[in-house]
């Protein structure tokens, strides 16, 4: 009987022992479990505080975790709200991408408008001297425009004036108009008396224009002739504008056509084409 005891307490005491070491490893093991789940629970009530959950009392959640039975509700809560979280996350990730687009093409955009920008100071600067070369062109326009005007005034002073000379001209030329009448008279009436020869008779005022002078010769043309009462001998002075330039005698009359001799002894100035005979 002791014998048959013997190898069953060895047995025993080798169950025993070996008990002990698992007891003594298992314990280890739970010691580390234990110190696992802790920082899990610490890690998940930090998690759950981060995550957009209101209404979470972190002691509350860590007492739920520690018990087995109430841990599965704030575990499915806090992953529920880590979804969510991760949802908004990737929503965000897009928006930020597309963001990120919309501004690198408002970037470009921008150097575009910059470019713009930079190209429409230019031309506004080129225009700017532009419109000041214009303006200082339109200076001198207007100072040629005021010379222009004055020499206008000038001018018209001119015209009246001539305009007074020849009126003045006419004047003189109808005095001696009205002298040489006088004159004739004056010689028809003394000749009539004396009985001498009379001259050609030529209706006073016959104006003409000559046509040819040949110095030469000392004759011109008339562009007169009898149709207009000229006879031969009469004898017309000869004038440019309001100067006695000399005398002529009529030599031979034609219909409109007459050829008269420069008197050289009633000469004053030389004797042009051009020039009026008055008789």
Request: cysteine-free; charged content about 25%.
């Amino acid at each position: 009987m002791g014998k048959a005891l013997k190898p069953l307490v060895i047995v025993l005491l080798v169950l025993g022992l070996v008990s002990l070491i698992l007891g003594s490893m298992l314990f280890g093991k739970r010691e580390v479990l234990k110190g696992r789940t802790l920082r899990h629970e610490e890690a998940i009530v930090k998690i759950a505080g981060n995550l957009k959950m209101p209404g979470i009392n972190p002691e509350q959640l860590t007492q739920q975790l520690k018990d087995y039975n109430t841990m599965q509700s704030p575990l499915d809560l806090v992953a529920v709200a880590a979804h969510n979280q991760y949802e908004e996350l990737e929503q965000t990730r897009q928006d930020l991408a597309t963001t990120r687009n919309e501004l690198a093409a408002t970037k470009s955009e921008l150097e575009n408008t910059k470019n713009d920008l930079v190209a429409a100071q230019q031309r506004i600067t080129e225009l700017n001297d532009t419109i000041e070369q214009k303006n200082a062109e339109l200076v001198i326009a207007n100072g040629r425009v005021t010379q222009l005007e004055q020499d206008k005034q000038n001018l018209q002073l001119q015209i009246d004036d001539l305009s007074n000379q020849l009126v003045k001209s006419e004047e003189e030329i109808r005095d001696i108009q009205d002298k040489v009448a006088t004159l004739e008279k004056v010689i028809q009436d003394m000749e009539s008396k004396e009985g001498l020869p009379g001259t050609a008779k030529v209706p006073v005022g016959t104006m003409g224009r000559i046509l040819v002078v040949n110095p030469d010769w000392n004759f011109v043309i008339l562009d007169i002739g009898s149709e207009q009462g000229l006879v031969p001998n009469a004898e017309m002075l000869i004038h440019r504008k309001d100067q006695l330039v000399g005398k002529v005698r009529i030599s031979a009359v034609e219909k409109t056509l007459a050829v008269a001799e420069i008197m050289n002894d009633w000469a004053r100035q030389p004797v042009n084409e051009g020039d009026y005979v008055l008789f």
